[in-house]
């Protein structure tokens, strides 16, 4: 283990230096550990491998609570060794979600802004460690996060011991980018005092008892790569949608060219769309967001975006070495801010975000499954879509109008699972074109939807299910014995498209 | 006309004094009007009913906003002079209703809280008149609205022009109750400084532009009388399962025996889960909520509510009667706000309330269906469930466990429609018992909701669903092709429960 105690610059800590394989064997079964990390990014890496080096010996299983999705070091490494009971509130690795979806361990979806809630007023089994990565320890024992704060705080503060992680890896002018503020228990809480995004309301580090700090480990690995896929042909065009829209609200005297502050989901298609702006008319934007992607930092570098607040920094390997090589360039740009405050109801209405997330599948009337395929298999989890789609003065939601060469249709019926209901969808884009649904009653929007957004291999079937749907009546017409009709037929013959013989019978 | 110049006592604005019948032909067709009201409290009633009278001889059509639901003065007989076009953003009224799921009106369901914000930020079709009730008019031009607040003050600040209905039966100590505070638009605002439901933090009527009054009408009745029942041995015992669940939370150390602010949806079941409290041992506790029903008032009798902030009094004809008489008992102890305070996520959060709404039916999973009658046919709308349970401390669902003398089971494998997922509903309670959901993935949550929330006559069938189910694997195993098995038998053969052969060939 490489060590440098300059970042430690409080000394009587210096001698809770230990190795990870130790501090692995503090933690028994039927545990419960609070780790840092969001979205790939500020995850603790030493202790983990530690762990997993354990199992191999040794049957233990803990709960996991962390910010958001981890890397393979977490998430992919300790599902491959067996070791988790339970997981919340958010993964996105392909292993972890096997296992869940074949009920080996139990994972608990859940608003990214609300598992501090749940852990601050006990309603989760308590944390015994809460170990966290770190860029250093200021000389009065502040733990300064590295390049996310997800849950950490609330975690520091609530466990029975912490154990710190110092990545040697992550740079030190880290410290002074955080903005680490604690609401308080509710009942009690004062406003939070932050109107822009830009605003700096609380402290650079999260102070905890200092006796809580049971041991301190060095690390030397840089975060895992995020695995975003660059802009595809049809990103673009969704891309250029949005700004359509946002033109529109601009003609319509709704929004100003300064628009509002910017809010964008986790993942590749979001992330393409964000992209779009490279070549926009629009200047000086503002971010308040989750997680912060490439293209956040390639629209700093076009001028298109002057500030940007999150909760983490998720880059591809290219990025992350420009943002290595050339932080002065970004530094006073950024702010880094734990998950409850950046994904805050409050904070979200007030300032009237504009909020991009990506959807699986939409039906008819504008419910939203961003979760779970065929209403059974999880995906990655709700994440904080819905703590956005919700407050946002804009909830957009973007997918492809179809998957899997046309197999699939991501406008159906009924869709097989509900993240976010009609009440909180106000814009739909794919790359078709978008559906402007604020306002409008549940039959008002389909012909938007289906015209404007369904791929047009599937929007005569959709009306043909809409057609017959109506003879029903209702405010939401629907037919019950066929609203998964759609989702078998993907089950059992592989494709939602039906043929024109089915077809006629439904006529019929 | 009965008049009372005393009621306006800016005497600039008494020239403006007009019949009904003459303000009615200032409407036209195809203009928007925004009515003050909210729950059958402080509807406007004299140009309705002149507005239905002049559809008697002419055809036009309206698009009317209000703050929720009214009583029949506007939604049952302005639906049956059939001068409805658009309706938002509640109502609970059987005709308008019916017409809402012919087809033949349309009706936007929406959070009440955000009404507002589409009306102050322009998306919804401009308000041609707010047509308010008040209770008086200030000597500087400030209305006094009645029994409700709603939306009333958006609507003015919004409209092109106002008309006011003083209402003569409305009594004048409804002044100084009242707490109006604006907002502002999105990207502009401050917090909203309140942090206690007792908090005043705004004016004590609308201010409004005085020249956009064109004119003044009086009135003299009372609000329609709340339709509610009386608590039943079921809603008995369902609050006492409430009541066990919050006494565990107080030993848990979670609660203290002040509890924490109360909300309770509108309607008969929450109401008299509500009346639960009548006979603990809690007292002094504090209400913040929408709608402050008969149970309120009771409770404050009792000793058992000391405060209560709302956005509006609906009462039965004897708690009204009661409250006319003996106003100084509960004058102090009483504010009425408009929705999108009564009601903000910012206040809800932070002051961590315990919000129990009423569902229409619940799944073995925890998602809430508040709205939809299989699906199709809305019953009255989501109202504000959404911003409580999504933001409260305490997201909390009643329902009786079987309707129609067991012909439908409230819980499903799958509800028809989603208005609350997974991630908002906390605790569900029937009078079978309660489900405590906080923390529990999905497949955990099956076996307490079943077990805890089912009706023993439909257990066995519930358990079958799952078992089947889980060979399919899946975060939320599911059986699409037989999700809605439940209600569509309950449409061909008149009840959801299954025969024992039917069960077999399940089982087969």
């Known amino acids: ?37 969001f979205t790939r990014a500020g995850d603790v890496k030493a202790i983990p491998a530690a762990l997993v080096k354990r199992a191999e010996k040794e049957n233990f299983k803990v709960n996991i609570y962390t910010g958001a999705s981890m890397g393979p070091d977490v998430d992919k490494y300790l599902t491959e060794a067996g070791i988790i009971n339970k997981r919340l509130p958010f993964q996105a690795e392909p292993v972890m979600r096997k296992q869940i979806n074949q009920g080996n361990m139990y994972f608990t979806d859940q608003h990214l802004s609300q598992t501090s809630e749940w852990v ?4 989760l089994p308590s944390i015994d460690y809460a170990i966290l990565e770190a860029v ?23 466990a029975e011991s912490i154990i710190i992680e110092i990545n040697l890896a992550q740079p030190e002018w880290l410290e002074g ?93 979001a992330n393409a769309v964000f992209h779009g702006f490279l070549d926009s008319e629009f200047n000086d934007l503002v971010v308040y967001s989750e997680v912060l992607q490439d293209a956040v930092f390639d629209l700093m570098d076009a001028g298109k975006i002057k500030f940007a607040s999150g909760c983490s920094i998720t880059l591809s390997e ?31 209405r007030r300032m009237g975000l504009i909020s991009i997330n990506t959807a699986l599948e939409i039906d008819i009337y504008g419910n939203v499954n961003s979760t779970h395929v065929c209403g059974t298999n999880m995906m990655n989890g709700i994440g904080g879509s819905g703590d956005f789609a919700r407050n946002a003065r804009y909830g957009i ?21 509900v993240d976010h209901t009609e009440h909180d969808v106000d814009v739909v884009v794919t790359e078709q074109g978008y559906a402007d649904l604020r306002g409008l009653a549940p039959r008002e929007r389909v012909g938007v939807i289906i015209e ?26 629907h037919l019950l014995e066929k609203a998964f009709s759609w989702h078998t037929n993907y089950q059992t013959k592989g494709t939602m498209l039906m043929e024109e013989k089915e077809l006629a019978e439904v006529e019929g």
């Open 120 to 123: 601050r007023s006990d309603v």
């Open 452 to 477: 404007n957004c369904a791929h047009p291999m599937y929007r005569k079937q959709l009306w043909e299910y809409y057609t017959e749907a109506l003879t029903r009546g209702g405010q939401t017409p």
């Open 136 to 158: 250093s320890i200021t000389e009065d024992g502040v733990i300064i996060p590295s390049t996310s704060v997800g849950n950490s705080q609330i975690f520091a503060e609530k």
């Open 397 to 417: 939601f973007v997918t492809k109008s179809i998957a899997k060469d046309g197999k699939i249709s991501s406008i159906v019926p009924f869709v097989s699972h």
């Open 177 to 269: 980018l955080h903005d680490i503020y604690d609401p308080g228990q509710q009942g009690s809480r004062k406003p939070i005092p932050l109107v822009h995004p830009e605003d700096r309301i609380g402290e650079i580090g999260i102070k905890v008892d200092l006796d809580k700090i049971k041991g301190i480990v060095f690390s030397n690995k840089l975060d895992s790569a995020s695995t975003i896929v660059p802009p595809d042909e049809e990103t673009i065009i969704m891309a250029n949608h949005l700004l359509t829209f946002l033109r529109e609200e601009i003609k319509a005297g709704r929004l100003t060219e300064q628009l509002a502050p910017l809010q964008s989901g986790i993942g590749t298609v």
């Open 1 to 37: 283990m490489q060590l440098n105690l300059d970042r430690i610059r409080n000394h009587a800590l210096r001698n809770r230096i230990v190795e990870p394989e130790e501090a692995a064997t503090w933690i028994s079964d039927g545990m419960t550990l609070g780790l840092s990390g």
């Open 318 to 348: 290219k990025a992350m070495e420009n943002l290595l090589t050339n932080f002065e360039r970004y530094v006073d740009k950024l702010i880094l801010r734990p998950q409850e405050i950046s994904n805050h109801p409050e904070l979200i």
